[in-house]
T-cell receptor, first 117, second 114 residues
Framework: DAGITQSPRHKVTETGTPVTLRCHQTENHRYMYWYRQDPGHGLRLIHYSYGVKDTDKGEVSDGYSVSRSKTEDFLLTLESATSSQTSVYFC????????????????FGEGSRLTVL | AQSVTQLGSHVSVSEGALVLLRCNYSSSVPPYLFWYVQYPNQGLQLLLKYTTGATLVKGINGFEAEFKKSETSFHLTKPSAHMSDAAEYFCAVSTIPGGFKTIFGAGTRLFVKA
C-alpha cells in the first residue's frame, strides 16, 4: 500500500472554528491532492499541489486553503468551518507521467470524516 | 478546463450480463483517462488507464475501456458481471499542463442482481 496517512481520521467541530487536516506521504511523490466526497457529487477537487510551495485551486476551493512546505506534507485548512463543509475528505498522491516509470495513478489515503455542527 | 460526465448515477445488471458504464470528458489538451473503483467503506483503487498508444485498454477484474477521441468518450465495459463487481465507479481525466490536475466524475454505482 502507498504510504499515505491522513489525520485526524474523524473530527466533529462547531461552526466557525478553524480546522486543519493533514496528509503525510512517504512515497516522495510530486503531486498531492485534496478531494471531498459527497453523495451525488463524487470526488470534487479542492486544491492540489505540483511541488513544494506550488499549489493551485480546484473545483471547490472557496473556504479552503492549503500549504505544502515539505514534499511529504500537504495541509488543508478550513479557516472558519461551516455545515456545508461536512464531508469525507480524501488526500491523494501521484508521481504524474513525466518519467518512464511514472504511471499517473493516484493513490488515496483512507479519508478524514469531518462533521461541522 | 477539463471536466468529466458520467451518464447514470446508478446502473443495475443481472449477474452474467454485460456491464457498460459511460464516461464523456472535456479537455482542451490531450487527456489522460482513468477508471477507479470504490468498494464500500474503502478508498479508491485504479481499474485501468489510457495515457498514449492503444486506445483499447484492459484493466483488472476483466474490465476494459476504449478511448474514442472523436466522441470524447471512455466507456467502461465488462462482458459478464459478477456479484463482486458491485461498487461505485469513477471516471477521471488528468492533464499535464497545469500540474497534472485530476478531475473526477460524479460516479456510477453498479448493482448486480443474482
Amino acid at each position: 500500500d502507498a504510504g499515505i496517512t491522513q489525520s485526524p481520521r474523524h473530527k466533529v467541530t462547531e461552526t466557525g472554528t478553524p480546522v486543519t487536516l493533514r496528509c503525510h506521504q512517504t512515497e516522495n511523490h510530486r503531486y498531492m491532492y485534496w478531494y471531498r466526497q459527497d453523495p451525488g457529487h463524487g470526488l470534487r477537487l479542492i486544491h492540489y499541489s505540483y511541488g513544494v510551495k506550488d499549489t493551485d485551486k480546484g473545483e471547490v476551493s472557496d473556504g479552503y486553503s492549503v500549504s505544502r512546505s515539505k514534499t511529504e506534507d500537504f495541509l488543508l485548512t478550513l479557516e472558519s468551518a461551516t455545515s456545508s463543509q461536512t464531508s469525507v475528505y480524501f488526500c491523494a498522491i501521484s508521481d504524474g507521467l513525466a518519467g518512464g516509470l511514472n504511471t499517473g495513478e493516484l493513490f488515496f489515503g483512507e479519508g478524514s470524516r469531518l462533521t461541522v455542527l | 478546463a477539463q471536466s468529466v460526465t458520467q451518464l447514470g448515477s446508478h446502473v443495475s445488471v443481472s449477474e452474467g450480463a454485460l456491464v457498460l458504464l459511460r464516461c464523456n470528458y472535456s479537455s482542451s489538451v490531450p487527456p489522460y483517462l482513468f477508471w477507479y473503483v470504490q468498494y464500500p467503506n474503502q478508498g479508491l483503487q485504479l481499474l485501468l488507464k489510457y495515457t498514449t498508444g492503444a486506445t483499447l485498454v484492459k484493466g483488472i477484474n476483466g474490465f476494459e475501456a476504449e478511448f474514442k477521441k472523436s466522441e470524447t468518450s471512455f466507456h467502461l465495459t465488462k462482458p459478464s458481471a459478477h456479484m463482486s463487481d458491485a461498487a461505485e465507479y469513477f471516471c477521471a481525466v488528468s492533464t499535464i499542463p497545469g500540474g497534472f490536475k485530476t478531475i473526477f466524475g460524479a460516479g456510477t454505482r453498479l448493482f448486480v442482481k443474482a
